[in-house]
């Protein structure tokens, strides 16, 4: 008996041991390497996995800096970047849960953020609440309907454009040039005829034919710099200026198909767009 309890002291003195001496207070140590806390645990929740899409609110930290606060995060379950990554920690989870992850940051920097990690001995803490899954069937499903919704829109961009041009060049009685744009001159100029290789010096106002004006180097006060031919603007740029010489206005509408096509740009530009630019050659080289 004296045996028995002398082993369970010693079993109990090593567990206070190992507490005292974790690298983590208070935390668990995974397989997979990352250290988790939880905060709430919902055991009869789903769990996440690959190719599920996760819907989650996050906080990013070290011991003693903030780096992301309370942020959304939407992302898909997929393969880990490195042993113990993000993705690997948040599989463990369940719908509902909150937790604290600690990675490590050296590697969660270089895969994810593409930088180097910046707080050297300090460890990375994530504190993350899951918020929604949505199964990967499920998804498919809804990026499926979506892209079916964006070819809709396109075709119907598409079929705008011609009658767009045709108002416009119709009211403005705007001439129609060899490569396809639509030339008004304003003030013709008596500078050098710019040609391939030139380093022109423009002032423009880029306008949608609505008149809502989304670019404008007037407004920054400083006219910009092209090296004709170079590619470094649109080709319907290109063809613009080799069209003109030093001094010169003109209005110029640009189809979409010499701007930025059935891709449009970014979120400043949509697609099958015909523009307008507002031009004045300031010098030529």
């Not at 113990?84 to 849960?97: S, V």
Request: proline share 5%.
């Amino acid at each position: 008996m004296k045996n028995v309890t002398k082993f369970m002291i010693a079993l109990v003195a090593l567990a206070v041991l190992g507490i005292a001496c974790s690298k983590h207070p208070g935390f668990k140590k995974d397989k997979e390497g990352f250290y988790y806390k939880f905060h709430v645990l919902n055991k009869k929740e789903p769990q996440p996995q690959m190719g599920d899409v996760v819907e989650m609110t996050y906080t990013l930290r070290t011991s003693d800096s903030l780096l992301y606060d309370n942020e959304p995060l939407t992302d898909m379950i997929v393969e880990s970047l490195f042993p113990g990554d993000i993705y690997a920690a948040i599989q463990t989870m369940h719908l509902g849960d909150s937790v604290t992850f600690i990675l490590d940051g050296e590697s969660f920097f270089k895969y994810f953020m593409g930088r180097p990690w910046e707080f050297a001995n300090n460890d990375l803490y994530f504190d993350l609440k899951l918020n929604n899954i949505i199964p990967k069937e499920e998804y498919e499903q809804i990026r499926a309907e979506q892209r079916q919704k964006y070819e809709i829109w396109l075709e119907e961009c598409r079929a705008v454009e011609d009658s767009l041009i045709t108002d416009y060049i119709t009211k403005h009685k705007a001439t129609r040039t060899d490569n396809g744009l639509y030339f008004i001159s304003k003030k013709p100029g008596k500078g050098k005829e710019i040609k391939f290789g030139a380093k022109v010096k423009v002032h423009y106002t880029g306008m949608f034919i609505d008149g809502t004006v989304f670019d404008s180097s007037v407004n920054r006060g400083e006219p910009i710099e092209i090296s004709v031919g170079q590619g470094g603007v649109i080709s319907g740029w290109e063809n613009a200026l080799m069209m003109m010489r030093g001094g010169d206005k003109a209005t110029i509408l640009i189809p979409s198909e010499s701007a930025y096509g059935g891709e449009g740009y970014r979120n400043f530009i949509p697609p099958y767009t015909p523009l307008i630019f507002e031009m004045e050659i300031v010098s030529v080289e």
